[in-house]
C-alpha cells in the first residue's frame, strides 16, 4: 500500500542506492585503511620488539656480569668463595642462588674442600650447602660439563629444582686457576624473575610479551603459566625464520584463545633466546573498525534523513498529482464538475494540470455531442421500427387460399437482413379472376432499397389492372421506375399471372432468378428469359413464358438471399442444395414450402448469419373447382364454322351424358355459338388461320368453360350494351345481341389478352 | 338436317311456317332460303304465322333472319305473329326483347282467336267503310 505512492518508491530507491554506494565505498575504504594500519603497526611492533628485548637484555646481561665477575675473583682466591657469593647474592635481588662448584678431580693443592652454594628462601633469608656433600655428584651432570665448557658464560636449560620449588634458569662461568677451568659458577635467577621483567616492561596496553629459548621453551609468558611449557611446532619454525617478518598465530594465549594475533619477535643477544612480542588482531583493526562503525552510524543517519527529505519533497511536488488521480478516477465515473488543484509552478505538475482541466472541458463536450448523437440515433431507430411496420403493411399476408374457388393457395416468407429491406413480394387478384404474383430484389439494402421496394410495389399493383400481361406490366414498371432514377437503384423482379381458373400460368423476369417447378416429378429450374433489371433501361422489352399448372404442382419463386447465403466455411447454399431440399419437401413434406426452405437455409447459415434479404413465394395448384368432375371436354379446332358446329354438337352431347339440365345446355350452347362464331366470322389474324381451344369441366355446382383464341384481341366485356327497343325489327342487324345473349346467359364472365391471344372464362351456375 | 321448315296454308293474305329444330349460324341461311318465296307471294297487310313448336333453339343468327321477315312485313304493313316458342328460344326473346308480347301467342288456338278477331274487325271495319 505504501509502495504504491511514487513518493514512497523514490525514497526508498534513494536509500537503497545510496545504501549501496555508502556501503560499498565504505568497505573498500576500510580494507585499503586497514592494510595501512596494519602495516603501521608491523614497522612499530618490530621496533618495540628490539627495544624490549634490548632492556631484557640488560637485565640479563647485569646478572651474566655478576657471574662473570664473582668466578673472576674465585678463580684465584677459592677459600673466599662462600663469603663473595652470600655477599653478592645479598646485594643483588635478581638473583635466586649462587654456587660455585669444583671438579673434585681436578682440584689441586689449592683446591678448597667444599663448593658452596648459597640460595635464596621464599622469606628472603639465605641459606648455604655444600654441594660436595649432595648425595648426588653435581660433576656427573649436564650443566657442570656445559659450564666448564663456557668459558666466557652462558646461559643453561631450564629446570625445575626440587629443593627450591621452581622453576629456575642458570648462567654458567668457568672458573679458572693457572688458565685451566677448575669449576663452574653457577648463577640462578627464577623464571618467575624473567617473568617479572617481562611485566616490568613499559609497553603497549593489550600487548603480551613472551621469551623463549632456542629448544622452543617457553621461558616466560606475560600473563600467562606458560613458562617451562614447549611451544606448538609451527610457531617454532616460523620464530626461527626472518625477525623482521611478523608472525600470524591463532591459539597462542589463554587469553586469545582461538583469535588471530600477530607476533613480533627479536633474538636476546648474548642469549640463544627470543623475544616476542604478542599483538592481538583486534587491537589493531579494533580503532579503524570502531570508527567505520561511527561512520557508518552516522552514515546510516544521514541517509534516513534524506530519505525521509525525499519522501517530504516528493510528496509535496506529487501530491497535485494524487489529486489529479482522484479527479480521473471521477472522470471515469462520469463526474467533470470538480476543483483541480490549484497550479503554483509551470514544471511538468503545472502543464499536467491544465492538460487535465482542458481534457475535461473537452470531454464534457464530448459526452453532450456523444448523447446527442445517441438521441438521434434513438430516433432514428424509432423511425427505422415505423419504417419497418410500414414496410410490412406493404406486403401481403403469408399465406392465401383461394376462397373462392380452393384453387390454389399461396405461402410467402420475407425476412429482411437488416431492420427494412429491399426484398418485395406481392400478390393480388383483378377483377376478372387474373392473380398477379411478384417476387423481387432491389439492389442495396436498407433504407434506400426499403424506399426503392415500396415505390416498385405500389407501382407494380397500380399499373396491373393496364397490363394484359406480365410483361406488359414489366415494361410499364419499367418504365416508371426509370423516370428520375439518378440513384441508378434497380429492382429485379419476377412477375407471374394466374388464370385461377385454368391453371395458365404466364410469367416475366426481369433479371431475377428462375422459379422452381414440381409436382409428381423432382424439382427444376424452370428456366426462362429474362430482360434487364428495372430502372436501368427505360426501353427494355420482355418476354414471358406460358406454363400450364397441374393440380398438384408448386411453384416456387425466391430471391437471391437463399442461394448466396453462406455458412461459416463461406460456402454458397446455391441452387443444388435448394433442389435437394425442395426434394425432401416434395417427398414427404407437408404444409408450408416456403417456411421449409427457410428453415433449411438459417440452419445452414447459422455459423455465419443472414448477410442478404430472404424472400420465398410458394403457390401450390389444387385445382379444386375441377375437383366435382374431371375435365369433360377438351378440343383444339380451326377457327372455322364448321369445325365450331361439330364442337358444339360435342358439347351438347357431352354435357347430355352429364345429365346437365336442358335449360343449361341451352345456355352454353348459345353462348358458345355466338362466341366462337365470332371468333370465326370476325377474329381471324392476320397472319392466317387461327386457332380455338375449348375446355369444358363440370364443378359440383357449375359449368366451366374456358376459350382461347390466337385471333384478334376482343373483349366481349367492353362492346357497348345494344339498343334495345323491343322489337328485333326496328334495329340495324349488326352484332351487338350476340354478345348481349353471351352477358345474360353466362353466370360469369371473365376476358384476358396476352400475347398468346384471347382468353375466356365462362361459368353457369347449375339449377339446384 | 338440325333445322327444317314447313310451309301451311301458303296465300298471299296469310302463311304458316312451321320451324323444326336449331335456328343459328349454320341453319339460318337454309331458313332464308326457304321462307323468301313463302314471303314473295305475300300480299299488302298479310300475316306471317311463325309457328315455333318444333324450333329447340335459337341464336342470334337465327333472331336476325326473324327479325329480317319482320321488317320485311312491316314494310308490307303486314304482320309476324310467333306461336308457341319453346323455352330456350322463349328465353332468347325476351333477353333481347325481341317481339312485341302481343305478337307472340302460346298455342295455335289462341292465334286463331286472334286471328278472328281481327278478321271480324276487318269486315266490320270494311262494313262501316262500305
Redesign the interface.
Known amino acids: 500500500m505504501v509502495l504504491r505512492s511514487i513518493a514512497s518508491r523514490l525514497a526508498v530507491w534513494v536509500l537503497a542506492g545510496t545504501l549501496l554506494v555508502v556501503v560499498a565505498g565504505g568497505l573498500l575504504l576500510f580494507r585499503v585503511v586497514r592494510q595501512q594500519i596494519l602495516e603501521q603497526t608491523h614497522r612499530e611492533s618490530a621496533v618495540l620488539a628490539g627495544d624490549v628485548s634490548h632492556r631484557i637484555q640488560h637485565r640479563l646481561d647485569k646478572v651474566a656480569d655478576t657471574a662473570q665477575m664473582l668466578a673472576a675473583l674465585i678463580g684465584p682466591r677459592p677459600d673466599d668463595a662462600e663469603p663473595l657469593i652470600r655477599d653478592a647474592l645479598a646485594h643483588n635481588a635478581d638473583l635466586d642462588g649462587l654456587a660455585a662448584a669444583y671438579v673434585p678431580a681436578s682440584i689441586d693443592a689449592r683446591a678448597p674442600v667444599r663448593s658452596p652454594f648459597v640460595s635464596r628462601h621464599l622469606d628472603g633469608s639465605l641459606s648455604v650447602r655444600d654441594l660436595l656433600k649432595d648425595p648426588a655428584p653435581y660433576w656427573t651432570q649436564a650443566w657442570f660439563a656445559t659450564g666448564l665448557a663456557c668459558a666466557t658464560g652462558c646461559w643453561q636449560q631450564p629446570f625445575f629444582s626440587q629443593s627450591r620449588q621452581r622453576r629456575l634458569v642458570n648462567y654458567s662461568a668457568a672458573i679458572e686457576a693457572g688458565g685451566r677451568p677448575v669449576g663452574v659458577l653457577n648463577a640462578d635467577v627464577t623464571l618467575e624473575w624473567l617473568q617479572g621483567v617481562l611485566q616490568a616492561l613499559n609497553k603497549p596496553r593489550d600487548t603480551e610479551a613472551f621469551v623463549i629459548d632456542q629448544q622452543g621453551v617457553y621461558l616466560a609468558v606475560e600473563g600467562s603459566a606458560l613458562a617451562g611449557q614447549r611451544a606448538q611446532d609451527e610457531l617454532i619454525a616460523a620464530l626461527r625464520g626472518d625477525p623482521a617478518e611478523p608472525i600470524r598465530h591463532t591459539g597462542l594465549l589463554a587469553t586469545h584463545a582461538n583469535a588471530p594475533v600477530w607476533i613480533y619477535h627479536a633474538p636476546i643477544d648474548g642469549t640463544h633466546w627470543q623475544f616476542g612480542l604478542v599483538v592481538p588482531e583486534e587491537r589493531i583493526y579494533g580503532g579503524v573498525r570502531r570508527t567505520f562503525s561511527v561512520a557508518l552510524s552516522v552514515g546510516a543517519l544521514a541517509l534516513l534523513s534524506l530519505t525521509l527529505l525525499t519522501l517530504v519533497v516528493t510528496r509535496r511536488v506529487l501530491s497535485p498529482l494524487g489529486v489529479l488521480t482522484e479527479r480521473a478516477e471521477q472522470v471515469a465515473k462520469g463526474a467533470l464538475d470538480f476543483e483541480l488543484p490549484r497550479v503554483r509552478r509551470r514544471d511538468e505538475v503545472g502543464r499536467l494540470t491544465h492538460a487535465f482541466d482542458r481534457m475535461r472541458h473537452e470531454l464534457a463536450d464530448h459526452l453532450a455531442e456523444l448523447g446527442r448523437v445517441a438521441r438521434e440515433q434513438q430516433r432514428l431507430a424509432s423511425e427505422l421500427e415505423i419504417a419497418q411496420q410500414i414496410q410490412t403493411a406493404l406486403l401481403p399476408g403469408a399465406h392465401f387460399l383461394d376462397a373462392r374457388c380452393n384453387n390454389f393457395e399461396l405461402h410467402a416468407v420475407l425476412k429482411p437482413a437488416r431492420t427494412v429491406g429491399g426484398d418485395l413480394y406481392s400478390y393480388f387478384m383483378l377483377h376478372d379472376q387474373r392473380f398477379y404474383i411478384m417476387v423481387g430484389d432491389v439492389s442495396d439494402k436498407g433504407i434506400p432499397a426499403a424506399l426503392f421496394m415500396a415505390r416498385a410495389i405500389t407501382l407494380a399493383k397500380a399499373l396491373a389492372p393496364r397490363a394484359q400481361s406480365p410483361q406488359q406490366l414489366l415494361q410499364l414498371l419499367n418504365q416508371e421506375l426509370c423516370r428520375n432514377n439518378d440513384g441508378c437503384m434497380f429492382v429485379s423482379l419476377l412477375c407471374g399471372l394466374l388464370d385461377t381458373a385454368t391453371g395458365h400460368f404466364s410469367m416475366a423476369s426481369a433479371g431475377h432468378e428462375p422459379p422452381v417447378l414440381w409436382g409428381e416429378g423432382a424439382p427444376q429450374l424452370l428456366e426462362i428469359e429474362t430482360g434487364p433489371a428495372l430502372g436501368l433501361d427505360d426501353e427494355a422489352t420482355y418476354s414471358s413464358r406460358r406454363v400450364r399448372l397441374r393440380p398438384g404442382e408448386t411453384l416456387l419463386m425466391y430471391t437471391d438471399g437463399i442461394t448466396e447465403a453462406t455458412d461459416a466455411e463461406l460456402r454458397m447454399y446455391g441452387p443444388e442444395r435448394m433442389l435437394d431440399c425442395l426434394g425432401r419437401y416434395a417427398a414427404h413434406g407437408d404444409g408450408d414450402p416456403a417456411g421449409y426452405l427457410l428453415a433449411d437455409v438459417e440452419a445452414f447459415a447459422a455459423g455465419h448469419g443472414q448477410a442478404d434479404d430472404i424472400t420465398v413465394l410458394a403457390l401450390r395448384w389444387h385445382h379444386a373447382g375441377a375437383d366435382g368432375g374431371a375435365s369433360m371436354l377438351e378440343l383444339t379446332m380451326p377457327a372455322s364454322i364448321e369445325a365450331v358446329f361439330d364442337a358444339l354438337a360435342r358439347c351438347e352431347e357431352q354435357l347430355a351424358a352429364a345429365g346437365v339440365a336442358q335449360g343449361v345446355r341451352g345456355d352454353v350452347r348459345l353462348v358458345l355459338e355466338e362466341l366462337m362464331v365470332n371468333m370465326a366470322e370476325h377474329g381471324r389474324p392476320h397472319t392466317g388461320a387461327a386457332r380455338i381451344e375449348l375446355r369444358m369441366t363440370l364443378a359440383t355446382d357449375a359449368v366451366l368453360v374456358d376459350l382461347h383464341h390466337d385471333g384478334v384481341p376482343f373483349n366481349p366485356l367492353l362492346s357497348p350494351e345494344p339498343l334495345l327497343t323491343g322489337d328485333v325489327a326496328d334495329r340495324e342487324i349488326d352484332g351487338g345481341l350476340g354478345i348481349h345473349l353471351v352477358r345474360a346467359m353466362a353466370s360469369d364472365f371473365s376476358y384476358a389478352h396476352d400475347e398468346e391471344g384471347n382468353h375466356l372464362q365462362l361459368r353457369f351456375i347449375l339449377p339446384t | 338436317m338440325s333445322f327444317s321448315l314447313h310451309t301451311d296454308g301458303l296465300s298471299p293474305q296469310r302463311a304458316t311456317l312451321r320451324l323444326h329444330g336449331r335456328l343459328?349460324?349454320?341453319t339460318f341461311g337454309d331458313f332464308d332460303g326457304g321462307a323468301a318465296p313463302v314471303l314473295e307471294q305475300m300480299g299488302q297487310g298479310g300475316t306471317v304465322v311463325l309457328d315455333l313448336a318444333a324450333l329447340d333453339?335459337i341464336?342470334?343468327?337465327g333472331?336476325?333472319s326473324?327479325?329480317?321477315i319482320?321488317?320485311l312485313m312491316?314494310a308490307r304493313e303486314g304482320h309476324?305473329l310467333l306461336v308457341n316458342p319453346q323455352?330456350?328460344v322463349r328465353?332468347?326473346f325476351e333477353?333481347?326483347?325481341?317481339?312485341?308480347v302481343s305478337d307472340v301467342f302460346s298455342s295455335v288456338e289462341e292465334l286463331d282467336v286472334y286471328l278472328d278477331r281481327i278478321q271480324r274487325k276487318v269486315l266490320s271495319g270494311e262494313d262501316e267503310d262500305t
Open positions: 343459328d349460324a349454320m333453339y341464336s342470334s343468327a333472331l336476325r326473324i327479325a329480317k319482320r321488317k312491316r309476324t323455352p330456350q328465353k332468347v333477353i333481347v326483347k325481341a317481339v312485341p
